[in-house]
């Protein structure tokens, strides 16, 4: 059936459930302004939540995009969905903690001891990278299991050039997150390089989508 008819199945609708707590999660502890300055303190917070409103709803994004395109119920799709899902639940205060330290001084917000020393700054690197191998390599495994069964699914030669190259983006992406790690844990005074290191991702992205667009061009000629 094409990815356009498929109907929402259970799994995709207990997925959305999960991505909408994690979006609660982002606020859940924002409390109702009592006062004009503490509504004009809580605007602040409009930019930090936006930023990690976007990256769960990137997640989000190519969740849906792998289901609509596949539609794969099996053991093995379950088995990794539910793996990311919880992923998306663990990470998302890092990534709020991470989102206010970087982005919250900018616009009045501190965050009380934040961080202390280059050893911290490293742990907190760490525990956000791992959240980004974790959930990359997660995609980097769905879309290897439709590639196996690629037959099954009747893909066609267009098809089948969109799951590699997406396979292979969610695997640079894992491959940018443990370097990121890597750097970090072993220098950790080098921290800041670690979390400059995923500017790489946008060159990298460009490189596989032009040869994608190649391979396309190939295909069509």
Known sequence: MPAGERHVTRLEG????????????????????????????SMRE????????????????????????????DPSTILLNTVLLFVVLFYVYPLKF????????????????????NE???????????????????????????????????LTGSDQIALRHKRLSHAAAAL????????AAVRPAWTAAAGFLYFALGPIYTWIGFHEGRARRKLES
């Open 176 to 183: 940018i997150g443990c370097l990121s790690i890597a750097i």
């Open 46 to 73: 409009f930019i930090p939540f936006g930023l990690m409103f976007a990256m769960i709803a990137w997640i989000w994004y190519e969740h849906n995009e792998f289901f609509r395109r596949y539609g794969l119920q």
């Open 14 to 41: 207990f997925s959305d459930t999960v991505f909408a707590f994690a979006l609660t999660l982002l606020v859940v502890s924002l409390e109702v302004p009592t006062s004009f300055g503490e509504l004009m303190k």
């Open 120 to 154: 911290e700054a490293a742990h907190l690197m760490i525990l956000y990278s791992s959240g980004f191998v974790l959930i990359s390599g997660t995609f980097c495994l769905l879309y290897q299991h439709a590639w196996s069964r690629r037959r099954e699914l009747e």
């Open 98 to 117: 991470l989102t206010r330290m970087l982005v919250g001084p900018f616009f009045g917000i501190a965050v009380q001891g934040a961080i202390r020393s």
